[in-house]
């Protein structure tokens, strides 16, 4: 985990020694409630995502508290998604969950505007014959080759999502020819003139076979969110995208409501 080697990561030590906060055995919350929001507060202001935590006895020591309570504010902590144990190397911050709200936004925009620097890691590249649900949506013949293109997506340098895409060669002839390190979505609108305008998605869930799971960093079988979306420019059918993404660090948000005049719902 080359975040937690760099040379320009913090000391552990030095971010205790510059915190102020103590444990007081009169405060009404227990020990490791805390000690629990003194890490939560050096997370957000001391460390970034991919810091390595300070070692349980270091903590026991500067804290003077026992390794259960050291043990159960931290376990509280990986609970919540904040920090991530590592096993072998110890217990990192956690990188911020990207929330999504169901617009149409790329990657990097989603990112962006939630202060994550958005990079990419190709994975694949090139053109032949797509997956039949792919010509489906594109109205193309079977044999005719379309552009596809697999990446790995990080967030900080932490994976987030693979996107396994597919770009429709009547509207996007070229598109590997263009810097695709960068956001796609503002290639198909700067150079190819097909912005994408509306799109479908399906969510469901999938299990991580033993490759995704290699690229996301997590346990085989683990849980994630599976997006297929299929976009528009117009009523041009632009990209079929099938996306696997971390439950821990992708979430999505949607408001729903009822029109005025519509029945009360059933219970």
């Known amino acids: 985990m080359n975040a937690s080697t760099s040379a ?3 000391d552990p030590a030095a971010v205790l020694a510059r915190s102020s906060a103590r444990i007081s055995p009169d405060a ?5 409630a805390q000690l629990r929001d003194i ?14 935590l300070p070692g349980e006895r270091v903590l026991e020591e500067t804290y003077g508290v026992s390794r259960i309570t050291v043990r159960r504010a931290i376990g509280d902590l990986v609970a919540a ?31 962006g505007a939630q202060d ?3 990079s990419s890691k190709i994975l694949l590249g090139g053109r032949s014959t797509a997956p039949e649900d792919v010509t489906d949506f594109f109205g193309t013949p079977p044999e005719v080759p379309h552009t596809h293109l ?17 770009y429709n060669s009547a509207y996007v002839p070229n598109l590997l020819e263009n810097d695709i390190y960068k956001s796609v979505y503002h290639i198909l609108d700067t150079d190819f003139n097909v912005p994408i305008t509306e799109a479908d998605q399906t969510v ?3 299990a991580a076979d033993e490759e995704v799971a290699r690229l996301l960093d997590v346990s085989p079988g683990t849980p994630l969110l599976h997006i297929i979306r299929y976009s528009r420019s117009g009523t041009k059918p ?8 971390r439950t821990d660090r992708y979430h999505l948000s949607a408001r729903v409501g009822r029109a005025l005049d519509a029945p009360l719902p059933r219970t």
């Open 8 to 10: 320009t990561r913090p």
């Open 28 to 32: 009404p919350a227990p020990k490791h």
């Open 39 to 52: 890490l939560s507060h050096l997370c957000r202001t001391e460390l970034r995502p991919g810091d390595l």
């Open 81 to 111: 998604g904040q920090l991530r144990r590592v096993r072998g190397k110890g217990t990192f911050v956690a990188p911020n969950p990207l929330v999504s709200r169901l617009h149409l936004a790329s990657f990097s925009d989603e990112m």
């Open 116 to 118: 994550v620097q958005a």
């Open 150 to 166: 697999r990446r790995l997506r990080l967030g900080d340098g932490e994976p987030y999502s693979i996107d396994d895409g597919w």
């Open 204 to 206: 469901t869930a999938v």
């Open 238 to 245: 632009v990209e079929w995208c099938s996306s696997v993404y």
